[in-house]
């Protein structure tokens, strides 16, 4: 899925990194943007993107910056007249929506990893130290010293 050029026509002003702005200027962001629909129409990897739109980990990286700072939304938010175009950008933001919240899932898995080994240290301390021990060798040899005998 490509953008209409009635459809970009409305869009580019609002993109960041037009000539007028001051810094780094975008470099294509019309082809940005179509990649970003090629991936979010076919719901596809990121490393599947055609060599048409570029490297395809700039434009996961610049998708990325644009999702963490609520780029898309405030697209959506704006007052869009052409046909469709609305839609797409809908689109856009709820494939942002799940990407963040497979980061945040990730990010809970590891703290929940982290957390579950940090509880099984002390067990595993305890049976090495256990090993640690040569055979016949008993921690229990003070026993007979308290046992009334």
Not at 51 to 58: D, I, L, S, V, Y
Not at 87 to 105: A, F, K, M, P, S
């Amino acid at each position: 899925m490509k953008l209409q050029d009635e459809q970009w026509q409305e869009l580019e002003p609002l993109l960041l990194g037009k000539q007028s702005d001051p810094g780094v200027n975008a470099k294509n962001n019309r082809l940005f943007i179509d990649a970003v629909l090629w991936i979010v129409t076919r719901n596809s990897a990121w490393r599947n993107l055609p060599r048409e739109f570029g490297n395809w980990t700039a434009t996961y990286m610049r998708f990325r910056r644009w999702n963490e700072s609520d780029f898309w939304r405030q697209l959506k938010q704006s007052d869009i007249q052409a046909p469709g175009l609305a839609q797409l950008l809908e689109q856009i933001v709820h494939y942002g929506d799940l990407y963040t919240r497979r980061i945040e899932q990730r990010q809970q898995r590891k703290i929940s990893r982290t957390a579950y080994k940090a509880t099984l240290a002390p067990v595993k301390a305890a049976a090495a130290r256990q090993q640690a021990l040569a055979p016949g060798e008993s921690t229990s040899h003070w026993v007979h010293l308290v046992a009334p005998g």
